[in-house]
């Protein structure tokens, strides 16, 4: 057999098992990802050209590729079709994940891991793109009791089966305006965990507006993560998150959030998490100004806003949007390696491409609906906290549990599995098919993806996978 006849067997056998792959280049480097396996590369040129999406390039593409290519050979070609064969043999190419053939909903996701819990429906500020309705979740302005706070850890007790790690999120709102009740909650929860054989997980979110020297020591001490609001820089800041009197609300929080930030640098989690806007697509900028501020721990998120409101993102802004993603990973990578400034760890490049998550949460993504779940402060039950007030998703209650299963239910199948969207898209495991509240708010449908967050959650894994390649080879 020749070598032409030969390398068309290994066409052949790559084409019949049809699996995926997804190749790019970012920052010099030509990066391919197969998508089963989670396996990463980096290839030269030559490589790089004979990877399609699905499969080995066909004979008559290499001939095209060597005819306008002079400086590559037949034998420097069969050479990396040994390789792609020898890889693809050892399941790190083209691979096929036996997970996507099973449903693992059938016998998972029915117990509950992590609560929300809100505290406090109200808000000492009034942030004009809050989807919360600016605190009160379109309804009463209310504070949760102690009392129906631990009927919720009571509760997920019940509902957890053999779990032994519990989240709890305290949330609002702003739940510093009900921390009394927070410390009464923790504090119970804490008090059964060796009886319930439970271990309990605390995160906290807060505006930073009622942060002091006396509730910032309780909160570092007991919260395990906390979440800190400040969208940047202080004119972007202003814009979009104000005081009760209309005013900018940057210099009344941004020096105790700092605090706040600092007394955990290197010993606990914590995020400064803002959010852009149509108004100031230039969020790197905003980025780099939270890091030179001497904040270690950074999440910037994009809005979620519908046509029309003033401030939303538009499809025409993707190609800019993106940019900023690209041009924040370089800096990003600058600042590793640059004393003059700091680095920071910025959340959507953060990958784990050393194994990643089990199955089940590959294909679940957040879990919400499922194994998380937000209750309010009458003790209600929803999928989660962007579905909080809207009657068409209430599960049930503290008292009763779940009596609407069916919603329930529709949010275990809004999985990969199901997700017809989903099935071609490589970044599938990264984003376990993305947020559902987006999915609703924008196709009524929770099985079909906001296709504007999947743009950017793409670009994002790019510049991920590509920061992880240059931090292992400096390492």
């Known amino acids: 057999m020749n070598e032409r006849s030969s390398a068309s067997c290994f066409f052949l056998h790559v084409f019949e098992r049809g699996k995926m792959i997804h190749k790019f280049e970012k920052n010099g480097l030509k990066i391919v990802l197969d998508v089963e396996s989670g396996s990463v590369f ?24 060597l005819e306008k290519h002079q400086e590559y050979t037949r034998e420097m070609v069969d050479e990396s079709l040994e390789e792609i064969q020898a890889l693809t043999d050892e399941d790190l190419l083209y691979t096929e994940n036996d997970a996507s053939k099973t449903n693992p909903f059938d016998t998972r996701g029915r117990d509950v891991k992590a609560l929300c819990l809100h ?7 009034r942030c004009e793109y809050c989807f919360a309705g600016q605190g009160d979740f379109h309804g009463q302005r209310l504070l949760m009791t102690p009392e129906t706070g631990k ?13 032994r790690n519990i989240e709890i999120d305290f949330f609002g709102g702003e739940p510093l305006m009900n921390l009394d009740a927070v410390k009464e909650i923790y504090a119970y929860a804490k008090s059964i965990e060796e009886e319930s054989g439970k271990e309990f997980h605390f995160t906290l979110t807060t505006n930073g507006v009622l942060l002091n020297d006396q509730n910032r020591a309780w909160l570092d001490e007991h919260m395990d993560n906390m979440v800190l609001s400040l969208d940047g820089r202080e004119e972007v800041n202003d814009r979009m998150r104000k005081t009760v009197n209309g005013k900018g609300s940057y210099r009344v929080i941004k020096d105790d959030i700092l605090k706040m930030a600092k007394m955990r640098d290197g010993k606990k989690d914590y995020y400064v998490r803002g959010t852009f806007t149509g108004n100031n697509l230039d969020f790197s900028e905003d980025v ?65 491409l050393d194994g990643g998550p089990c199955v ?29 007030g809207n009657p068409d998703f209430l599960l049930g209650n503290l008292d009763e549990g ?68 240059k931090e292992s080879e400096e390492a």
């Open 42 to 65: 980096t290839v030269d040129d030559l490589m790089y050209e004979l990877l399609g999406e699905e499969g080995v390039v066909d004979e008559k593409q290499i001939e095209d590729l």
């Open 119 to 125: 505290v406090s429906h109200d808000c000492n500020l």
């Open 151 to 163: 009927k919720a850890i009571d509760f997920v007790v019940k509902q957890s089966g053999n779990r």
């Open 288 to 352: 780099k100004f939270l890091a030179n501020e001497g904040f270690r721990s950074i999440s910037v998120e994009p809005v979620v806003a519908q046509d029309g409101c003033g401030y939303e993102i538009k499809e025409e802004d993707l190609d800019f949007v993106k940019d900023q993603y690209d041009k924040l990973a370089i800096d990003y990578l600058k600042r590793g390696s640059d004393e003059n400034h700091p680095d920071f760890n910025f959340f959507h490049f953060n990958l784990n």
């Open 360 to 388: 089940y949460k590959r294909l679940s993504g957040c879990g919400a609906g499922a194994d998380y779940l937000a209750v309010t402060p009458e003790g209600e039950l929803y999928p989660c906290h962007q579905f909080v």
């Open 402 to 469: 779940i009596v609407n299963p069916e919603v329930r239910e529709s949010f275990k199948e809004a999985n990969l599995v199901n997700k017809v969207d989903c099935s071609s898209c490589w970044v599938k495991y990264f984003c376990g098919g993305g947020c559902h509240a987006n999915a609703w708010n924008f196709n009524h449908d929770l099985q079909k993806p906001y296709h504007t967050a999947c743009e950017m959650e793409r670009c994002r894994v790019e510049n991920g996978i590509m920061i992880y390649i």
